[in-house]
């Protein structure tokens, strides 16, 4: 047990490392976005949003291609991109882009 919890301390990815304490400090960005769930669609802002997206999909990136692998940033940014998606669509909705589209299809 001491000598797999050493092995982690010294890893390429352990808490001596960039490698972790970035995706734990990124991990507030996911908090934050679950908490926003509970406020109107109308607080949202689209091009905040929008910039997370890409943000979080250009990190989903990194955490894959950076050596060694970073699945704690990637696992992070999953779910922000996840979070941030559906904060998206409810802005989408709320500007009536989505309804809109349902709209029309239902006409034909």
């Known amino acids: 047990m001491a000598s797999s919890f050493r092995a982690f301390l010294n890893s390429p990815v352990g808490p001596k490392t960039t490698h972790f304490w970035g995706p734990v400090a990124n991990w507030g960005f996911v908090l934050a976005g679950l908490v926003d769930m ?3 669609p109308e607080m949202i802002s689209g091009n905040m949003t929008t910039a997370m997206c ?3 999909a250009l990190f989903m990136r990194f955490a894959w291609m950076v050596q060694p ?3 704690l940033l990637l696992a992070c940014h999953v779910s922000n991109e996840t979070v941030q998606l ?4 409810r802005w989408a909705r709320a500007q009536g882009y989505l309804s809109e589209k349902k709209e029309e299809a239902l006409s034909q």
Do not use: A, F
């Open 38 to 40: 509970k406020k109107p």
């Open 69 to 71: 692998r970073n699945y």
């Open 54 to 56: 890409v943000y979080s």
């Open 86 to 89: 559906y904060h998206l669509s």
